[in-house]
Nanobody, 126 residues
Framework: QVQLKESGGGLVQAGGSLRLSCVASGRTFSNYHMGWFRQAPGKEREFVVAIRQSGTTTYYADSVKGRFTVSRDNAKNTVYLQMNSLKPEDTAVYYC???????????????????WGQGTQVTVSS
C-alpha cells in the first residue's frame, strides 16, 4: 500500500501563503487519485481539494476556490497544495489522502480515500 508524508505546514499571518507537500512511497504514485482534507479543533475532517491521477482534473471546496491550487508531479511522487490569501478560518491540521478509484463528483468525503498521511499543522494568525 502507499505511504504518505506531509510537510510544509507552519504559522503564517492572514493574507500570507504556504505550500504543502505530500510525498508518496510504497506503490506507483501515478496510479492514485490524491486529495487534501483538513480538520480544525472540534470539527470533522473536511474535503479541501482533489486531483486525478493524470493531474488534469481537479476539484475544490467552495471555501478555497480561487485561493488554493493543487498540483502533482508524478515523477517526484509528490502532490502539492499552494495556499494563498490565507484566513484564520483555514487553521487546521491538513491531511494528504490517496485513493485507487474516485467517483466523478464535485466534492469528496473521508470514506472516498483509503490511505492517509499523519497531517501537518497550519495556523493562520489574524
Amino acid at each position: 500500500q502507499v505511504q504518505l508524508k506531509e510537510s510544509g505546514g507552519g504559522l503564517v499571518q492572514a493574507g500570507g501563503s504556504l505550500r504543502l507537500s505530500c510525498v508518496a512511497s510504497g506503490r506507483t504514485f501515478s496510479n492514485y487519485h490524491m486529495g487534501w482534507f483538513r480538520q480544525a479543533p472540534g470539527k470533522e475532517r473536511e474535503f479541501v481539494v482533489a486531483i486525478r491521477q493524470s493531474g488534469t482534473t481537479t476539484y475544490y471546496a467552495d471555501s478555497v476556490k480561487g485561493r488554493f491550487t493543487v498540483s502533482r508531479d508524478n515523477a517526484k511522487n509528490t502532490v502539492y497544495l499552494q495556499m494563498n490569501s490565507l484566513k484564520p478560518e483555514d487553521t487546521a491540521v491538513y491531511y494528504c489522502a490517496a485513493a485507487n478509484t474516485l467517483p466523478y463528483r464535485n466534492a469528496y468525503y473521508v470514506d472516498d480515500f483509503g490511505f492517509w498521511g499523519q497531517g501537518t499543522q497550519v495556523t493562520v494568525s489574524s
